[in-house]
């Protein structure tokens, strides 16, 4: 059974930062891309990076130079390092995995992903 399980969620100021892991079992971690997405309160859930079998990462332009995308595959672990955080970052932030046999892409719609987690909370005060 493929478990994804967030944590480092939590309660910020405008400006500061929080690191995400997302520990991953019941699968081989390194054949498949990871994800970051989001879902704001009345908004759809939005990509916010990407990290391929290889580590080539790609991300959302509202988070680009902010945030960090990276994977330990010896540990079975998804990193976001999140800094400079906005109140416009304030969501539920949910990792996800996609079984793939192409190294260096990973989609960046959120429908390909095969498994989530159950999420991590971020609120953003100003």
């Known amino acids: 059974q493929v478990r994804l399980v967030e944590s480092g969620g939590g309660s910020v100021q405008s400006g500061g930062s929080l690191i995400l892991s997302c520990v991953a079992s019941?699968?081989?971690?390194?054949?498949?891309?990871m994800g970051w997405f989001r879902q704001a309160p009345g908004k759809e859930r939005e990509g916010v990076a990407t990290?391929?079998?290889?580590?080539?990462?790609n991300y959302a332009e509202s988070v680009k130079g902010r945030f960090t995308i990276s994977r330990n595959n010896t540990k079975n672990t998804l990193f976001l390092q999140m800094n400079s955080l906005k109140p416009e970052d304030t969501a539920i932030y949910y990792c996800a995995a996609k079984y793939t046999s192409v190294l260096g892409a990973c989609p960046s719609d959120s429908s390909a992903y095969d498994y989530w987690g159950q999420g991590t909370q971020v609120t953003v005060s100003s």
């Open positions: 990290i391929s079998r290889i580590s080539r990462t």
């Open positions: 019941g699968l081989t971690y390194s054949n498949y891309c």
